[in-house]
């Protein structure tokens, strides 16, 4: 399973998020990845790229989503099969927040596409702007895609666990999602269709006559904490004097009073 070959490096993408390796008494154990039955083509093309026995069963249950799921599952049981997808970084058990990019040599492109084919959305959001995103609960995956999208698209992200549940969002919209879906979802590659005819549509999309382009962010640095504490709440003068918004020091100027962003070493407590 060489890395650097495109399909391999979707695949194991695509397992690091949605498959499930699991260990049994003795040497025993298996690999599995469970889709909706619509996506079950992809399934066969891991069948294919794998030269193990392998099988896909159909099944259809009740879920706390719906009463009638229908689902495809790919096993795979070898030992030498096992054994060599977790040497490249597939955990037994519970993995999600453990999974990380391949420390080997790896196609980047076609691995991030299969994370995101995973655990990721490619589409329009309601108010019609196209977007790529990955819900994620490993720092690394969520990291790494965040240095890869910004080579390719100049945006910039840093990246924070969600308080509800603990996990990433990743978000990218308007020209770095299309930017960012033309590198990934190449023609020929190999992706779940759906995704692709997604990824494909956002090609098209222009900006609207009016629309602002939002300029990028500008990091805050400890000095200018340091000055915007000090200016004891005169936000109109410490906006003048960084060159930044009474709205953009309203907010930070919150943030450093309730700990949100550590206080500079040498400033008091009460802001004097």
């Known amino acids: 399973m060489d890395l650097r070959d495109p399909g391999y490096a979707y695949m194991f993408g695509f397992i690091q998020a949605d498959g499930h390796l699991a260990g049994g008494p003795g040497l025993k154990g298996r690999?599995?990845?469970?889709?909706?039955?619509?996506?079950?083509?992809?399934?066969?093309?891991?069948?294919?790229?794998?030269?193990?026995?392998?099988?896909?069963?159909?099944?259809?249950?009740?879920?706390?989503?719906?009463?009638?799921?229908?689902?495809?599952t790919w096993s795979l049981c070898s030992l030498e099969a096992r054994t060599l997808l977790h040497d490249l970084g597939l955990p037994y058990g519970a993995k999600s927040r453990r999974i990380?990019?391949?420390r080997t040599e790896f196609s980047r492109r076609d691995y991030l596409r299969g994370v995101i084919d995973a655990d990721g959305s490619v589409g329009y959001t309601a108010q019609g702007l196209p977007f790529v995103s990955l819900t994620t609960a490993s720092a690394a995956?969520?990291?790494?895609?965040?240095?890869?999208?910004?080579?390719v698209t100049g945006a910039a992200r840093h990246i924070g666990?969600?308080?509800?549940?603990?996990?990433?969002?990743?978000?990218?919209?308007?020209?770095?999602?299309?930017q960012l879906a033309a590198d990934l979802y190449r023609p020929g590659s190999i992706s779940l269709e759906r995704k692709r005819l997604a990824a494909a549509s956002l090609a098209s999309w222009e900006r609207p006559p009016g629309m602002r382009v939002r300029a990028s962010s500008r990091r805050w640095k400890e000095g200018e904490d340091r000055l915007l504490w000090a200016s004891g709440g005169d936000l109109a003068a410490a906006a003048a004097e960084l060159g930044r918004s009474e709205a953009s020091c309203s907010a930070r100027l919150w943030r450093l009073r309730t700990g949100q962003v550590p206080l500079p070493p040498d400033c008091p407590a009460d802001g004097s």
């Open 31 to 72: 690999l599995t990845v469970e889709l909706n039955i619509r996506d079950i083509e992809i399934l066969r093309r891991f069948q294919q790229l794998t030269p193990y026995t392998s099988s896909i069963r159909e099944r259809v249950r009740s879920t706390n989503f719906a009463t009638r799921h229908h689902s495809a």
């Open 100 to 102: 990380a990019p391949p």
């Open 141 to 151: 995956v969520g990291a790494y895609l965040c240095r890869y999208a910004k080579v």
């Open 161 to 178: 666990r969600n308080t509800r549940d603990g996990v990433y969002n990743v978000v990218y919209t308007k020209e770095a999602a299309v």
